[in-house]
């Protein structure tokens, strides 16, 4: 997760539809969920299946304060999947998983709420 905008913050430029096609959001299903050991704030590290073309991939989540590693396993969650691999401390994250900030800035994941197939994109 980045820096948290607040909730009324205003709405970025405007980019076109062929821009925000370049991001690939997908869905994966969490099949692994366990504290970040040395993260400098509370976080889990993640292993999500995002299905057959895309495969499973790891991440760094700073979402303690909703979630405990029990409450992910087998949740879909929302990620970007084509940004760059980023090193987290000692943990390399390959995704950035999406959410949106609780009225005190703690992240609620996002996600359908309704089972989708593994690697469905966002449309």
Known sequence: MHKVDAPNSPAEAEIDFARFREVDIRIGTVLEAAPLE???KPAYKLLI???EG???KKTS???TEHYSPEDLIGRQVMAVVNFP???IGKFMSQVLTLGFPDSDGKIIL???DT???NGARLV
Do not use: L, M, N, S
Request: aromatic residues 4%; glycine residues 24%.
């Open 38 to 40: 040395g993260a400098r």
């Open 49 to 51: 299946d995002f299905g």
């Open 54 to 56: 895309i495969g499973t």
């Open 61 to 63: 989540v700073q979402i």
């Open 85 to 87: 691999p980023r090193q």
């Open 110 to 112: 996002g996600g359908p």
């Open 115 to 117: 089972k989708v197939p």
